[in-house]
């Protein structure tokens, strides 16, 4: 049997039946925060595809938290329901439902992307005021954020620990915190954004309270499930946030009890210099997982089954997380079975498709 067809148990109680997770991916397509019809299609036909576990996308914790005023969001008790009935569904074709917890801070505010990149101003409909670690936009021009006070911080990772406890009421067994790509935890951690005076900026160890808060806050509420933490490990920046100071954070998630590290990059700053090819961040994760001996997860441009079993072999990471692949392709686990030679027990309902005859 191939490695990516071999469980992995992420904790105490969660075993992954397959080493391919749907990477986290916005879809713009929310009211008010509830996920809708477009949202059930998407998610259950990945699990019906056979991926072990779903990493929904990026879901706000605040309204203010949302890239767009089209995002998933977790705010309010009224959310909960909705994702019950998609957690629900998940689960039933044996996958593990995760939801990632997220706060854009000043790179919200934003268009849908297939309507325009901009910053809608604070003053425009779909439009509010950001916050940040930092007084300063994300692009020179912009609205600047407001920078958090210290109470104003201790109150958002109260909303982590209330999103997290809404999360688990709905029946997830994965959390994430989105702690990559520029967004707000990801604000606190690199020195090119973060320029507070106070405990939350200036030396790593107050670069890193916010999210070792946040950590904390939400294992106040969480038993049986697993948590895990997507970082940026470089900045692609000179003197930014990189894979060094992502080798010490992750030590010290994996002290409190942070069962896996997804391994992204980017983000931060927009004069970032990043050589996108593929498994470009692939050598984040071995090095996370060789110097820390916590599970780690490639991805980035993974889009090839055998290509996918390489770096399992190779020891470079322990889970593959699948984005845009899983975009063209919703049953691209079974089509990897096929190509790796693994007999996977394919759904009654389409088991009659598995095979090329004419009977
Ligand atoms: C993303 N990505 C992303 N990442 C994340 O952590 N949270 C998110 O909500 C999103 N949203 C999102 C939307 C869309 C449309 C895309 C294409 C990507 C990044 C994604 O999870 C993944 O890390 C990258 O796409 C790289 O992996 P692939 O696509 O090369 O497999």
């Keep these: 049997m191939s490695k990516l067809f071999e469980s992995i148990q992420i904790n105490d109680t969660i075993t992954l039946k397959n080493r391919l997770i749907m990477s986290p991916m916005c879809q713009y397509s929310s009211e008010d925060g509830f996920p809708l019809a477009w949202h059930f299609t998407h998610y259950i036909s990945r699990a019906v595809g056979n991926v072990a576990a779903i990493i929904q996308e990026a879901t706000a914790v605040v309204p203010e938290g949302r890239i767009s005023a089209e995002d998933l969001g977790i705010w309010k008790d009224e959310h909960i329901a909705s ?34 990149k901009d910053q809608i101003k604070s003053t425009e409909p779909n439009g509010w005021k950001t916050v940040s670690s930092t007084n300063q936009p994300f692009i020179d021009g912009d609205e600047a954020p407001h920078q958090l006070t210290t109470t104003e911080i201790k109150a958002v990772i109260v909303e982590f620990g209330k999103a997290t406890e809404r999360a688990l009421k709905a029946g997830y067994e994965i959390i994430e915190i989105h702690g990559a790509h520029g967004y707000l935890v990801h604000q606190f951690l690199s020195p090119l954004i973060n320029n507070r005076t106070d405990e939350y900026g200036g030396s790593f160890e107050n670069r890193i309270r916010f999210v070792l808060e946040i950590v904390d806050e939400m294992k106040k509420y969480m038993t049986t ?38 391994c992204s990059s980017g983000g931060a700053v927009d004069y970032q210099q990043i050589e996108v090819k593929k498994n470009y961040q692939v050598p984040f994760a071995n090095a996370i997982k060789n110097e820390v001996n916590i599970i780690t997860g490639a991805v980035g441009l993974i889009f090839e089954a055998k290509q996918a079993e390489e770096i399992l072999q190779n020891n470079e990471a322990d889970l593959i997380l699948l984005g845009r692949e899983l975009l063209r392709n919703p049953y691209f686990v079974l089509d990897a079975a096929k190509v790796l030679g693994d007999d996977l027990k394919w759904l009654p309902q389409y088991e009659r498709a598995k095979n090329n005859h004419y009977k």
């Design 225 to 262: 499930q697993s948590l895990w933490v997507r970082l940026s490990a470089s900045d692609w920046a000179e003197n930014g946030w990189d894979i060094a100071q992502t080798v010490e954070l992750s030590k010290i998630l994996k002290s409190k009890g942070v069962d896996v590290i997804d």
């Design 83 to 116: 994702y019950q009935k998609l957690t629900t569904e998940i689960k039933k074709y044996n996958c593990v439902p995760g939801i990632q917890l997220a706060h854009a801070g000043r790179k919200a505010s934003t268009q849908k992307p297939w309507v325009g």
